[in-house]
């Protein structure tokens, strides 16, 4: 990340980095329609995960900041306060979709043209405690081994499958408690994705010690007065 910063404004392009926590999956879904739905219900302002919002503010904040579109990192984090609750960023999305030939009415009926996968299950806690982490590479390989990504060049992408998440790091897990719902083509894929995510949700007894969503902020530091395409 720090390199990519200092190539990036030694360019000409100011850029910013931000280092995110990864014990958890970012937000509540893995799988292409099902994030594709996660964020148009972030978009139209309903119920989301915190920590994506958190991500997704923060770095649009960057984004305008480093622009020149906002003074300061408070101004623009109002400004994505407003669009979000006035209806604005859904807009463009929306706009978005249809410049690329999507459908016009994506955000209004998702169901209607995102796949939906034929089989889910609910993978169930066998035992009770706090989670305490969560393996993200191996519940994204998961995913792809649902079908959702590709091992080869060649492979073909289904895009209904995947999971969601229902629980964070620190919650407290009940025997019997639902820890993800899997999104699948067939039983066999459904059974061997639930003991994958099994091994890779981990609980203890104890609760885990909180750690920021956002570890660090990477910018390139100036000489004073200099700016950063010229150094």
């Keep these: 990340?720090?390199?990519?910063?200092?190539?990036?404004?030694?360019?000409?392009?100011?850029?910013?980095?931000?280092?995110?926590?990864?014990?958890?999956?970012?937000?509540?879904?893995?799988?292409?329609?099902?994030?594709?739905?996660?964020?148009?219900?972030?978009?139209?302002?309903?119920?989301?995960?915190?920590?994506?919002?958190?991500?997704?503010?923060?770095?649009?904040?960057?984004?305008?900041a480093v622009s020149g579109l906002a003074e300061s990192l408070g101004e623009a984090l109002a400004k994505l306060e407003a669009a979000l609750a006035s209806g604005r960023a859904a807009e463009v999305f929306a706009k978005m979709v249809r410049g690329l030939g999507g459908p016009a009415d994506l955000l209004e009926n998702p169901d209607r043209h995102l796949a939906i996968a034929p089989i889910t299950r609910d993978v169930k806690s066998l035992v009770g405690g706090f989670v305490s982490r969560m393996d993200t590479r191996d519940l994204g390989l998961a995913v792809v081994a649902l079908g959702g990504g590709r091992r080869r060049v060649e492979d073909v992408i289904d895009h209904s499958v995947g999971i969601e998440f229902q629980v964070s790091l620190g919650d407290k897990i009940e025997p019997g408690q639902t820890l993800a719902i899997i999104h699948a083509a067939d039983s066999l894929r459904a059974e061997d994705a639930a003991?994958?995510?099994?091994?890779?949700?981990?609980?203890?007894?104890?609760?885990?010690?909180?750690?920021?969503?956002?570890?660090?902020?990477?910018?390139?530091?100036?000489?004073?007065?200099?700016?950063?395409?010229?150094?």
Aim: charged share 20%.
């Design 1 to 64: 990340a720090k390199r990519l910063v200092e190539v990036a404004n030694g360019a000409g392009m100011p850029t910013t980095a931000l280092i995110t926590d990864k014990n958890q999956p970012l937000a509540c879904s893995a799988g292409n329609a099902l994030e594709v739905r996660e964020a148009i219900e972030f978009l139209r302002g309903g119920k989301t995960n915190a920590r994506l919002r958190e991500v997704v503010f923060a770095l649009s904040a960057q984004m305008l």
């Design 195 to 231: 003991k994958s995510i099994a091994r890779h949700i981990h609980l203890e007894s104890n609760p885990p010690q909180h750690a920021p969503t956002i570890l660090e902020t990477i910018e390139l530091k100036c000489r004073a007065g200099v700016p950063p395409a010229i150094q």
